[in-house]
């Protein structure tokens, strides 16, 4: 497969096939000395000690929850091993979480410095998004590009929660206006009922596909972010390639959004069809991957037209909804799976209002990031937010008001030289990973941090 590189850094998709060189993002040579599994303490019971595991692999120190007790389940503080050393609690495990987490474990630290690592995620798996269109095209397993945390933060003192984030409650705020200032960075309330005190944070939560703002969306629509999403797509076009062998029958995709994720999935698709599909992507700009260098447009638009992918550019969805028995006429007798039908209106006057059939409609467009729906504990809304959800930063990706959060990647509203907020890319989240672990490494150690520059390769 001939890829389109718009969104990720040759240095994160250089890796093997087969073997998928982890190394390449994770160099060998991070290791830690660490230490034992924490433990959890119910304020009222007795210290308790949970189960940990490190993918098999003996000698590790990285710790993952294995299982929580109903009992503490109700309320539970976590543990760090020592009270005396950094505590830094990162909230996601993409490329933003992940490296930064693996970024600290790298750096030379005094023995009395050296920060111990909290990483929560709601899944097991770290999934490596620019090459996750691959499962569509059966390039690639799911253990090649979606490896378990517990496997790589083995032989680090990286600690995993798999869980969700509930409550953030920031007392880094304290003392910035007067107030009575807090002797640590605040308080992170898990779903599990598990709280986290920390030190320092870090924002690294990405965002989850907004589909509510067009009827249908929800019901009909299915999103491509995720793990979970490429294995229903994957699912879906398997059925609809079932029931249509042998007959004469096109199955129409509507791929809604030509950023570089809808492009990317476009051609996947399209490529994976052949001529037995055919593959709609619909944006309501008049071009391509807006934000993409002018180079690699064109390189995306060369690609999409030798794979037949027609674009209707200059269009939003009005709304999705199931196709009637007479909206349906055309399809042959024997197949019993759904259609749908698309509105299109046009975004520009002079162009005609479409109306187009899909057996399966894939959504692009939009993120959300999950910062808004966080609840917080009895407090005021205390951390900035634009108008999309993300946090707002300075230079040095600090949560402004906050000398204690960081905040990157989809939760991060930082701004280039032009005064445009940066892509959602992996290659954005990766670059400010590395830039957050040394300016964590500097607020510890009370030197300067620096201001984050992105450079786009």
Same mark, same amino acid.
């Given at each position: 497969?001939?890829?389109?590189?718009?969104?990720?850094?040759?240095?994160?998709?250089?890796?093997?096939?087969?073997?998928?060189?982890?190394?390449?993002?994770?160099?060998?040579?991070?290791?830690?000395?660490?230490?034992?599994?924490?433990?959890?303490?119910?304020?009222?019971?007795?210290?308790?000690?949970?189960?940990?595991?490190?993918?098999?692999?003996?000698?590790?120190?990285?710790?993952?929850?294995?299982?929580?007790?109903?009992?503490?389940?109700?309320?539970?503080?976590?543990?760090?091993?020592?009270?005396?050393?950094?505590?830094?609690?990162?909230?996601?495990?993409?490329?933003?979480?992940?490296?930064?987490?693996?970024? =600290? %474990? *790298?750096?030379?630290?005094? &023995?009395?410095?050296?920060?111990?690592? @909290? $990483?929560?995620?709601?899944?097991?798996?770290? !999934?490596?998004?620019?090459?996750?269109?691959?499962?569509?095209?059966?390039?690639?397993?799911?253990?090649?590009?979606?490896?378990?945390?517990?496997?790589?933060?083995?032989?680090?003192?990286?600690?995993?929660?798999?869980?969700?984030?509930?409550?953030?409650?920031?007392?880094?705020?304290?003392?910035?206006?007067?107030?009575?200032?807090?002797?640590?960075?605040?308080?992170?309330? =898990? %779903? *599990?009922?598990?709280?986290? &005190?920390?030190?320092?944070?870090?924002? @690294? $939560?990405?965002?989850?596909?907004?589909?509510? !703002?067009?009827?249908?969306?929800?019901?009909?629509?299915?999103?491509?972010?995720?793990?979970?999403?490429?294995?229903?797509?994957?699912?879906?076009?398997?059925?609809?390639?079932?029931?249509?062998?042998?007959?004469?029958?096109?199955?129409?995709?509507?791929?809604?959004?030509?950023?570089?994720?809808?492009v990317e999935l476009a051609a996947t698709v399209a490529e994976r069809l052949q001529n037995r599909g055919i593959v709609r992507a619909i944006n309501v700009d008049t071009m391509i991957c807006p934000t993409a260098p002018p180079g690699n447009r064109e390189a995306a638009l060369k690609v999409l037209s030798s794979r037949k992918v027609e674009l209707l550019l200059g269009y939003f969805v009005n709304c999705i909804r199931k196709a009637s028995e007479s909206e349906s006429s055309n399809t042959p007798k024997g197949l019993d799976f759904e259609k749908y039908i698309l509105e299109l209106q046009p975004a520009e006057r002079g162009m005609q209002s479409k109306i187009i059939e899909a057996d399966l409609v894939l959504w692009t467009v939009g993120s959300k990031p999950p910062l808004p729906h966080l609840e917080y504990s009895d407090v005021p809304f205390v951390i900035p937010l634009n108008a999309?959800?993300?946090?707002?930063?300075?230079?040095?990706?600090?949560?402004?008001?906050?000398?204690?959060?960081?905040?990157?990647?989809?939760?991060?509203?930082?701004?280039?030289?032009?005064?445009?907020?940066?892509?959602?890319?992996?290659?954005?989240?990766?670059?400010?990973?590395?830039?957050?672990?040394?300016?964590?490494?500097?607020?510890?150690?009370?030197?300067?941090?620096?201001?984050?520059?992105?450079?786009?390769?």
């Amino acid at each position: 497969m001939s890829h389109i590189a718009l969104s990720a850094s040759p240095s994160l998709v250089a890796f093997h096939r087969g073997a998928k060189q982890w190394s390449t993002l994770f160099p060998s040579n991070w290791r830690s000395s660490g230490t034992n599994p924490s433990l959890f303490a119910n304020s009222n019971r007795k210290r308790l000690q949970l189960r940990f595991f490190a993918s098999g692999k003996n000698g590790g120190n990285g710790g993952v929850v294995d299982e929580i007790s109903e009992t503490v389940k109700a309320h539970a503080n976590f543990v760090w091993p020592d009270n005396k050393k950094p505590r830094v609690c990162i909230l996601g495990g993409g490329f933003g979480g992940l490296y930064t987490a693996l970024r =600290l %474990e *790298s750096l030379e630290w005094s &023995e009395d410095n050296k920060p111990q690592i @909290a $990483l929560v995620d709601q899944s097991d798996r770290f !999934v490596f998004k620019p090459m996750l269109y691959e499962l569509l095209s059966g390039e690639v397993d799911e253990w090649e590009i979606a490896p378990r945390f517990s496997d790589l933060l083995a032989n680090t003192g990286v600690q995993f929660l798999k869980d969700r984030v509930k409550v953030l409650q920031p007392s880094d705020h304290l003392g910035v206006n007067g107030s009575n200032a807090s002797t640590h960075g605040g308080t992170v309330h =898990l %779903e *599990s009922g598990l709280h986290i &005190e920390y030190d320092w944070l870090v924002l @690294a $939560l990405g965002a989850e596909a907004k589909l509510d !703002v067009v009827p249908g969306a929800t019901e009909f629509a299915i999103p491509f972010s995720t793990l979970e999403d490429a294995r229903k797509v994957n699912n879906r076009l398997t059925i609809l390639e079932r029931k249509t062998f042998g007959k004469d029958y096109q199955i129409s995709v509507a791929i809604v959004g030509c950023g570089y994720s809808g492009v990317e999935l476009a051609a996947t698709v399209a490529e994976r069809l052949q001529n037995r599909g055919i593959v709609r992507a619909i944006n309501v700009d008049t071009m391509i991957c807006p934000t993409a260098p002018p180079g690699n447009r064109e390189a995306a638009l060369k690609v999409l037209s030798s794979r037949k992918v027609e674009l209707l550019l200059g269009y939003f969805v009005n709304c999705i909804r199931k196709a009637s028995e007479s909206e349906s006429s055309n399809t042959p007798k024997g197949l019993d799976f759904e259609k749908y039908i698309l509105e299109l209106q046009p975004a520009e006057r002079g162009m005609q209002s479409k109306i187009i059939e899909a057996d399966l409609v894939l959504w692009t467009v939009g993120s959300k990031p999950p910062l808004p729906h966080l609840e917080y504990s009895d407090v005021p809304f205390v951390i900035p937010l634009n108008a999309r959800g993300q946090a707002e930063t300075d230079e040095t990706l600090r949560v402004k008001g906050h000398p204690r959060i960081f905040s990157l990647g989809d939760s991060s509203a930082l701004r280039d030289s032009n005064g445009r907020i940066l892509p959602a890319t992996a290659q954005v989240a990766f670059q400010q990973a590395d830039f957050t672990g040394w300016n964590l490494w500097a607020a510890i150690n009370g030197r300067p941090l620096l201001p984050f520059r992105y450079c786009c390769i």
